[in-house]
């Protein structure tokens, strides 16, 4: 069964260090999501990409973070300078969507925990 | 602002009992609602979708109703058992946005003891 793929499973940094996730989305699915969570929360949307381009990105601190989607397939997001308060679980999630609408389930993989000394 | 919520925060149930875990939405306008699997650590597992057509949908043991108009949905689980012990999260996939992402409720965490 084709599942989203995310590395490195548990990461661990120093404050104002630089991190990087990867993600590799189910085959096919040209539509790719950067969620976080908090422990206790629900994850919260960073990013969405349909193909290359960047659909919503209206919640993604951009004075530390940044994502990129360069060919379409896989994704990278980076946080420089790490703060204590990105200790999160970093979930990304693909699908399908036909004719702009979310037809299809979203796919998670199984995230990146971050903590930040 | 679309918000999600979901009633109660925990369950603890024995094993065997038939079980409601209810989620509802401030905002009708949406495309679907989902139904999500979290195990301590791990990512999500998709467990049912509703598209906002639909009243419900059934997969195995989980069933799960939708009612667009007054902004809820349950999750009904079946005969419960310890390997259903997890935290389940309601996602709605909001008309009124930019892009197609889901927004969260905080989710039920349910303990089923053997």
């Known amino acids: 069964e084709a599942e989203v793929a995310q590395s490195p499973r548990y990461k661990i940094t120093e404050k104002s260090q630089a991190v990087a996730f990867w993600c590799d989305p189910i085959?096919?699915?040209?539509?790719l999501y950067w969620y976080r969570q908090i422990l206790g929360q629900g994850p919260e949307l960073l990013v969405q990409?349909?193909?290359?381009?960047?659909?919503?990105d209206s919640q993604l601190p951009k004075d530390r973070f940044s994502a990129e989607r360069l060919k379409g397939v896989d994704s990278t997001l980076k946080i420089q300078p790490a703060e204590l308060g990105d200790s999160a679980m970093y979930l990304c999630?693909?699908?399908?969507?036909?004719?702009?609408?979310?037809?299809?389930?979203?796919?998670f993989g199984p995230g990146t925990r971050l903590t930040v000394t | 602002k679309q918000e999600v919520t979901q009633i109660p925060a925990a369950l603890s149930v024995p094993e065997g009992e038939n079980l409601v875990l209810n989620c509802s939405f401030t905002?009708?306008?949406?495309?679907?609602l989902q139904w999500f699997r979290q195990d301590p650590g791990k990512g999500l597992t998709s467990l049912l979708l509703?598209?906002?057509?639909?009243r419900e949908q059934t997969s195995g043991r989980l069933n799960a109703s939708l009612d667009k108009s007054s902004g809820r949905s349950t999750l009904y689980i079946a005969a419960s058992q310890p390997g259903d012990s997890a935290t389940y999260l309601c996602?709605?996939?909001?008309?009124?946005?930019?892009?197609?992402?889901?927004?969260f409720g905080k989710g039920t965490t349910l303990s089923v003891s053997s």
């Open positions: 990409f349909q193909d290359e381009s960047v659909v919503d």
């Open positions: 905002d009708s306008a949406i495309y679907n």
């Open positions: 999630a693909s699908s399908l969507v036909r004719d702009g609408a979310p037809s299809y389930e979203q796919y």
């Open positions: 996602a709605v996939s909001p008309l009124n946005q930019a892009g197609t992402a889901l927004i």
């Open positions: 509703i598209q906002s057509s639909q």
């Open positions: 085959s096919g699915h040209a539509t």
